[in-house]
């Protein structure tokens, strides 16, 4: 098949056309692609309208019933789907309504070579962009014949700050998270956040009239962490009191935004105790613990609001299927298990071991995750994965979870699931975060997908001349993941929980991520990289983050393998590669070691364009001044 000349000698025959009312997703739609050519190729296409002549070259935008006569009705598409075809050197492109928009993007990424790779930016500013752009001099269009495009999941949010831009979002296929609004823009169309069931009963300010409402804790009816400012319980569920109010509170919430289409209703963050009145504990004493009151609670309330989607949270202390009936007050039963058609189950995989996908893991928390998801997919809701990609105490600290994904997007087909919400930082602060939000963005699409191809492109167009040191270090990541075998790569961990993936042992280096042996090949690959990339380039401080957290992993395993101290611990071989660092400031003894290299752990997330932090609260200098003094040295 011969190509389709689209763009060569600075100029192009073909022009845009538009639907004569074109809505806001073809007009956006049509900008994007006018914008987007111009940078790539310097010129600017005609737009038309579908009701002027027929030209021989075209990019068909959208619904155009004058043109769109190849077919004899109307192509079915589904949430986000698109189709392209060529036919006589005519373009279309057509989708279900952002599906267009994305369907867009997907021809200016395969035939133009416009990638969108990364953005910078806050969590509570608009994300900068800054993307490469590429000045191509011929543009040749390969005849492609019908090509329908459909997401394997309809819902695909990452939580980061690529997410927040809608442009990286439309040409990585992702759900697109509104940052004004802090929800996914205008496609879950869900009215309330996360952790709301106390907040929508009201804190602790019925307690004074109906302390009843309240959970019994040892003995006493108590609202404690029950207040706006702390609020790690909830209330009573055996109470129909508590019931109304709640429902009460729904509706007055569901009449302010009757658009809305799905609500959450779900229990407080840090949950660790619930009820134990005459009521509940008999329940909570069973299987499913606190899942015993909260599923039956949430199957009243999607009763009562029959056309609308109710999404609760099987998180933690209600990770296991509930193992009651629902009885309903006007008479009838749900049994244990079930859920009405109208619930959407968020299933939160927290304490797993996330370097072993739940697939296949035989580790006990992974076969039970395994029933549970089994149980949830039979209960006759909705089902949906909410995932974590970092360890929320140190940022910093390549986790690595890439290498098992696959797998597990497929598992959760198998089971029915649609949506898919994969929790990351909204802040520059975690190793990878680029990489990871790419990859996931691209497996969410399509789970068959090439995951070493996905990293080499996104490598190519990420780090420059630097990419082959980038990808081996990467992959390398990867592989020695999958070797490790130091426990549970836990998302929840705090103090401590990460130094025992690293290991000075070199009788079992291979076992660790971070053994003295693995260090030192990662920093062979980011010290080549440094060299490859012009000094203080975008590419050189995209390599830089990663060698900021392979510096703390450093210093974080210093404080048990290299303080003289520990004396069941300390480590001379780790001490003295530590010390490989010395000669600096404070000299080459031990105290003068840790505080060389803390210090320029400090120094190098300070200088960073974004002051780079070590977790959502945590500073690099009062990191820094507690590891100093956790030797017992002066800061």
Known sequence: MKNITFYKDGKSNFVIIQPQSPTLQEEDAVQLLKEEIQKVCSIILPVQSDNTALQHHEIIIGNCPNRNTVFSSTIPLAHDEFYLFNKDSKIYINGNGRGLILGVSYFLENYLKVKKLTVTGRDSVAPEEHY?????????????????????????????????????????????????????????????????????????????????????????????????????????????????????????????????????????????????????????????????????????????????????????????????????????????????????????PTINNKIRSIASSNEPI?????????????????????????????????????????????YYKSLGINSFFAQSTSTEDSALRGLNTYAYARLLWNPDDDLEGIIADFCKNYYGNAYKEMFLFITSLLRYAQQDDSEVWESMGYTGSMIKHANPNIAVEDTTLFSIKHLKEFYSYINIALTKVPLGSTEWKAIKREEICLKQVEVEASCKYSNPKNQIDFHQGFSDYFKRFGGGNYGNTEEGMLKNRCYDLKDSCLSADSEIKINESRNATSYVTDVICGYGYQP
């Open 366 to 410: 992974a076969v039970a995750y395994r029933n549970a998801l089994t149980k949830w997919s039979q209960s006759g809701g909705k089902l949906y994965i909410w995932e974590y990609l970092v360890n929320f105490a140190y940022f910093l600290f390549p986790f690595p979870t890439l290498h098992i994904l696959q797998e597990n997007l497929r």
């Open 132 to 348: 490469n752009i590429k000045p191509l001099y011929e543009v040749y269009i390969t005849k492609f014949s019908f090509n329908i495009q459909k997401p394997a999941f309809s819902y695909r949010w990452v939580v980061s700050q690529e997410a927040y831009s809608k442009n990286y979002s439309n040409f990585n296929k992702l759900s697109y998270w509104d940052i004004e609004q802090g929800q996914p823009a205008e496609l879950e169309d869900s009215g309330e956040s996360v952790h709301n069931l106390t907040r929508l009963f009201g804190y602790d300010t019925h307690y004074s009239t109906n302390p009843e409402y309240y959970p019994q804790i040892n003995g006493n009816r108590t609202a404690e962490l029950m207040t706006f400012y702390q609020c790690h319980r909830a209330p009573c569920l055996s109470q129909n009191g508590v019931f109304e109010i709640v429902k009460s509170a729904l509706q007055a919430k569901m009449n302010a935004k009757p658009d809305k289409h799905i609500w959450n209703l779900s229990q407080p963050d840090g949950m660790t105790d619930y009820c134990q009145c005459s009521e509940c504990a008999p329940k909570h004493a069973q299987s499913g613990g606190f899942s015993n009151t909260l599923f039956p609670f949430i199957n009243r309330m999607a009763k009562e609001f029959p056309d609308k989607i109710i999404k609760t949270l099987s998180y933690v202390v209600s990770d296991n299927v509930h193992t009651v009936e629902t009885e309903y007050p006007g008479g009838g039963t749900l049994q244990a298990g079930k859920v009405e058609s109208n619930v959407m189950i968020m299933y939160c």
